[in-house]
């Protein structure tokens, strides 16, 4: 057991890196014979059963306020739409391909942070956001000529993702993070399921729902497992270790992508992709040091204790 909170919380924050991916490998594998509806329900419905043993064992409420409940089911919207997205993208892009374009999703909270929280921002990390976009369009361009409109929806995700992210900080401090993944999942599970329902036998593509077969239903199971077990370490370290520590971590996730990519795939990123992984890696880092910096001024401007 890891004793330091901040060792502890890089550690928790690298499982996630090495964890998250199994989500996007089992989702493509599940691709191949199930519709991205059923697998994006799959991830709410696994992940919900799951989580409530977990909250029943922590003896947690489960109880929530109608503005609580409002949002919780806002969250949920906007997980379901982001990792259809995603899904669907992986059906035929490699999988690091699309998480690159989704690490653009720092820039979009950079951006929307600062419009709806009144956030600080200096003109620097406006540029750097800016040609973090740039670099996604170095990985988006080929993919578009090689993948059609598809390699968009990554793009989708990332916007989507935000929305998540921004509802989550709205309410991080009034509910207890496993309550907000239990929560999120219930509320994923009532939307997905009537939708399904609706589609069976229809024909509608992506979501008229079939019998798994065989391994399909091992991947759909790892879809809401990995989920909830990855973002579990997320949530914990982010308990124990500060964001501005964890968050240049993160980007150990495209390394995970690209190695289990090409090992159950065969994929591998061409040099112009690699490109813009640079490119966003590098715009995302600087932003982390500057907003380090802004912190560290901020601190400094306390007046001291008497």
Not at 26 to 43: E, F, H, N, W
Not at 153 to 158: E, G, K, N, R, V
Not at 258 to 280: E, H, K, Q, R, S
Request: hydrophobic residues 60%; aromatic residues 10%; proline residues 6%.
């Amino acid at each position: 057991m890891i004793k330091d909170p901040t060792l502890r919380g890089i550690a928790l924050m690298i499982a996630f890196c090495v964890l998250a991916p199994m989500l996007d490998t089992a989702s493509k594998l599940a691709t191949q014979t199930i519709p991205v509806g059923q697998i994006t329900a799959a991830r709410f419905v696994v992940q919900g059963a799951l989580m409530a043993p977990i909250a029943l064992a922590m003896g947690l409420s489960w109880q929530m306020t109608p503005r609580l409940t409002g949002l919780i089911i806002l969250r949920a919207v906007f997980l379901i739409l982001s990792t259809y997205a995603f899904v669907a993208a992986v059906t035929v892009m490699p999988i690091a391909d699309a998480l690159a374009i989704v690490f653009v999703e720092p820039f979009i909270l950079l951006i929307l942070g600062h419009l709806i929280f009144a956030d600080e921002i200096g003109p620097r990390r406006i540029i750097a956001s800016v040609v973090g976009f740039l670099g996604a369009l170095l990985v988006i361009q080929p993919s578009l000529s090689a993948f059609g409109w598809v390699a968009l929806y990554p793009l989708a995700t990332a916007f989507l993702f935000s929305g998540y992210m921004l509802i989550t900080r709205a309410i991080s401090s009034q509910m207890d993070s496993v309550i907000q993944q239990l929560h999120t999942s219930i509320a994923g599970s009532v939307i997905c399921l009537p939708i399904l329902l609706w589609a069976d036998g229809t024909n509608t593509y992506s979501l008229d729902p079939v019998m798994p077969q065989g391994w399909a239903w091992v991947w759909l199971f790892g879809v809401g497992f990995w989920a909830a077990v990855s973002h579990m370490c997320m949530t914990l370290a982010l308990k124990n270790a500060p964001a501005s520590t964890l968050a240049p971590i993160h980007y150990l996730e495209i390394v995970t992508a690209v190695v289990l990519g090409y090992a159950v795939f065969g994929d591998f990123p061409n040099w112009m992709t690699w490109a813009g992984i640079a490119v966003i890696v590098s715009s995302g880092l600087y932003i982390i040091l500057r907003e380090r910096h802004s912190a560290a001024q901020s601190t400094a401007r306390l007046p001291a204790d008497i």
